[in-house]
């Protein structure tokens, strides 16, 4: 009766809400992937087994493709414009299904009453944006919120003011505490400060990550502060977006490993994150020293040309240049005089030679023209040392990147492509073509190490009981398209994308909207 009529709703109930059929399943472990069914009901996975011989409302064919947990994003900006399009895309995009955010010392909440994790939770779950958000607490934000801008010690009640209210983000779920050293107000904390900020996490076993005091000429002692605070703490500690700063300390990569090692040999739980790329992107007047950009573009303009001070600012500006490795390592991109468009994509050495000029000063008459609105990528970073970061066994991918969409309000400006491109570039780049690692390896760096780091310990894993986030995609053709030209360019071989249950992304396409939740550490 009603042979081949499908009505399952009616006839005959579904055991299920979603299956997922054929793929090769990677369980999120480093361990190899193996041919799998598995069956969701509700937000939670309930079988993985070689055949689920029920039904379901709704069925994926992953036949040929590799199936795994959602990515998780360990360091992310991606909350940055979820107001304006809670989509969140350029994430959903790339496979991550959590993004942990309040990275660098900067978050959203700050654990004081009228500021507090818990609303901030219940605001984003309000919010349901695409993906999953989890979220550090800032050391930044709180220092701010007690202490202010000022560059000063804090005072003994400061300090307990501010512990209370790490302690308070913490009861409320937040995965860790994050500070941002090379931020203000962040970079005035004493080691002390951020000792006393750290210990609250040592008991829940959540991690201090930190982008570290410098991460160039000083990348030494900035990872031995780092060691000193989780030792001091007793937690454990994530060092963000590890990296050697400057073609001169890129030899600097085995002396931060041993010092990994030794750290860990004394027991202290240590790990790190990096993103895939060479390049930093900022503004070129950023190759000029802070005081000299202190109060605006015409007051920076003028004082580059003023006798008093143009010297000091030449010879800092030079030394800078010569720590990211020369003119020829500093590409204009956007630059906003229209009589200079044909500097865009040029390097500046060759840039410069060309018009038989001096490249400092070509500099300045690009900025003098454009008011100051030049875009650069900075160059500095090693590409063989970002392959042994990566391929290390504790070290994770992260994105570092914003959230935006290829429509709609947050396309804007000329955001670093790793927001739309980190984990699909993991895998097509370095684990496709250059096979530093292999498939099953590289997920792992992407779910369950991550997920146990942060302690979201139902996610990162395909196992029975775990919530079912789930990414299938094309390991023979998964790969970033977006570029520091072109960024808002989403990936490809990224097929399906679930996230709580929801299919979020169906053959590439948006399917639903509104699948992610606040996520409170356990
Ligand atoms: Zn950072």
Same mark, same amino acid.
Request: net charge neutral; hydrophobic share 40%.
């Given at each position: 009766?009603?042979?081949?009529?499908?009505?399952?709703?009616?006839?005959?109930?579904?055991?299920?809400?979603?299956?997922?059929?054929?793929?090769?399943?990677?369980?999120?472990?480093?361990?190899?992937?193996?041919?799998?069914?598995?069956?969701?009901?509700?937000?939670?996975?309930?079988?993985?087994?070689?055949?689920?011989?029920?039904?379901?409302?709704?069925?994926?064919?992953?036949?040929?493709?590799?199936?795994?947990?959602?990515?998780?994003?360990?360091?992310?900006?991606?909350?940055?414009?979820?107001?304006?399009?809670?989509?969140?895309?350029?994430?959903?995009?790339?496979?991550?299904?959590?993004?942990?955010?309040?990275?660098?010392?900067?978050?959203?909440?700050?654990?004081?009453?009228?500021?507090?994790?818990?609303?901030?939770?219940?605001?984003?779950?309000?919010?349901?944006?695409?993906?999953?958000?989890?979220?550090?607490?800032?050391?930044?934000?709180?220092?701010?919120?007690?202490?202010?801008?000022?560059?000063?010690?804090?005072?003994?009640?400061?300090?307990?003011?501010?512990?209370?209210?790490?302690?308070?983000?913490?009861?409320?779920?937040?995965?860790?505490?994050?500070?941002?050293?090379?931020?203000?107000?962040?970079?005035?904390?004493?080691?002390?400060?951020?000792?006393?900020?750290?210990?609250?996490?040592?008991?829940?076993?959540?991690?201090?990550? *930190?982008?570290?005091?410098?991460?160039?000429?000083?990348?030494?002692?900035?990872?031995?502060?780092?060691?000193?605070?989780?030792?001091?703490?007793?937690?454990?500690?994530?060092?963000?977006?590890?990296?050697?700063?400057?073609?001169?300390?890129?030899?600097?990569?085995?002396?931060?490993?041993?010092?990994?090692?030794?750290?860990?040999?004394?027991?202290?739980?240590?790990?790190? !994150?990096?993103?895939?790329?060479?390049?930093?992107?900022?503004?070129?007047?950023?190759?000029?020293?802070?005081?000299?950009?202190?109060?605006?573009?015409?007051?920076?303009?003028?004082?580059?040309?003023?006798?008093?001070?143009?010297?000091?600012?030449?010879?800092?500006?030079?030394?800078?240049?010569?720590?990211?490795?020369?003119?020829?390592?500093?590409?204009?991109?956007?630059?906003?005089?229209?009589?200079?468009?044909?500097?865009?994509?040029?390097?500046?050495?060759?840039?410069?030679?060309?018009?038989?000029?001096?490249?400092?000063?070509?500099?300045?008459?690009?900025?003098?023209?454009?008011?100051?609105?030049?875009?650069?990528?900075?160059?500095?970073?090693?590409?063989?040392?970002?392959?042994?970061?990566?391929?290390?066994?504790?070290?994770?991918?992260?994105?570092?990147?914003?959230?935006?969409?290829?429509?709609?309000?947050?396309?804007?400006?000329?955001?670093?492509?790793?927001?739309?491109?980190?984990?699909?570039?993991?895998?097509?780049?370095?684990?496709?073509?250059?096979?530093?690692?292999?498939?099953?390896?590289?997920?792992?760096?992407?779910?369950?190490?991550?997920?146990?780091?942060?302690?979201?310990?139902?996610?990162?894993?395909?196992?029975?009981?775990?919530?079912?986030?789930?990414?299938?995609?094309?390991?023979? *053709?998964?790969?970033?398209?977006? *570029?520091? !030209?072109?960024?808002?360019?989403?990936?490809?071989?990224?097929?399906?994308?679930?996230?709580?249950?929801?299919?979020?992304?169906?053959?590439?396409?948006?399917?639903?909207?509104?699948?992610?939740?606040?996520?409170?550490?356990?």
């Amino acid at each position: 009766m009603f042979a081949g009529v499908a009505f399952p709703s009616i006839w005959e109930r579904a055991d299920y809400d979603l299956i997922v059929r054929g793929g090769t399943v990677f369980d999120g472990t480093g361990a190899e992937g193996a041919v799998r069914d598995l069956a969701i009901a509700g937000d939670r996975i309930v079988a993985v087994a070689p055949r689920i011989d029920a039904r379901a409302r709704e069925e994926v064919d992953a036949r040929g493709l590799a199936v795994a947990p959602g990515f998780i994003d360990i360091h992310s900006h991606g909350d940055g414009n979820m107001e304006s399009d809670p989509r969140v895309e350029s994430v959903i995009r790339q496979g991550v299904t959590t993004m942990v955010v309040g990275a660098d010392g900067s978050s959203r909440a700050t654990g004081a009453p009228d500021k507090s994790f818990a609303s901030m939770f219940d605001a984003i779950d309000r919010l349901k944006p695409g993906p999953n958000v989890a979220s550090m607490i800032g050391f930044g934000e709180v220092r701010e919120a007690v202490i202010g801008d000022m560059d000063r010690v804090a005072a003994a009640d400061e300090i307990k003011r501010m512990v209370a209210m790490v302690d308070a983000a913490l009861n409320d779920g937040a995965c860790g505490g994050s500070s941002g050293l090379e931020y203000t107000p962040g970079a005035f904390a004493s080691r002390d400060e951020l000792i006393a900020l750290a210990r609250p996490l040592a008991g829940r076993r959540l991690p201090y990550a *930190t982008h570290m005091r410098n991460e160039d000429d000083r990348l030494i002692e900035a990872i031995e502060e780092s060691i000193a605070v989780a030792r001091g703490a007793g937690c454990p500690l994530q060092i963000s977006h590890l990296k050697t700063q400057g073609p001169r300390n890129w030899s600097k990569l085995d002396k931060v490993f041993l010092l990994v090692d030794s750290a860990r040999a004394a027991r202290t739980d240590i790990a790190f !994150d990096r993103y895939p790329y060479v390049a930093y992107a900022t503004g070129l007047t950023n190759l000029f020293p802070v005081w000299s950009r202190d109060g605006g573009v015409d007051r920076f303009l003028a004082r580059v040309s003023d006798s008093a001070t143009a010297g000091r600012i030449r010879q800092e500006t030079l030394a800078k240049v010569e720590l990211i490795g020369g003119w020829d390592n500093v590409q204009l991109s956007g630059v906003k005089a229209t009589e200079d468009r044909d500097a865009e994509g040029k390097r500046l050495g060759a840039y410069a030679a060309a018009r038989g000029q001096d490249p400092y000063e070509a500099t300045i008459g690009l900025l003098t023209r454009s008011k100051g609105d030049v875009g650069m990528l900075g160059y500095a970073m090693s590409e063989e040392n970002l392959e042994k970061i990566l391929s290390h066994p504790l070290g994770m991918v992260c994105s570092d990147g914003g959230g935006f969409a290829v429509d709609g309000p947050t396309r804007r400006g000329s955001p670093h492509p790793r927001g739309a491109g980190s984990f699909p570039r993991v895998l097509g780049r370095y684990v496709r073509e250059r096979k530093i690692m292999t498939l099953a390896q590289a997920i792992r760096k992407m779910t369950s190490l991550p997920a146990s780091r942060v302690r979201l310990l139902d996610r990162g894993r395909i196992a029975t009981g775990m919530a079912a986030d789930i990414v299938v995609f094309d390991p023979s *053709t998964v790969a970033d398209r977006a *570029t520091f !030209d072109a960024p808002f360019q989403y990936p490809v071989g990224i097929n399906v994308v679930i996230v709580n249950g929801v299919v979020a992304l169906h053959d590439g396409q948006r399917a639903a909207v509104g699948s992610g939740r606040a996520l409170r550490a356990r």
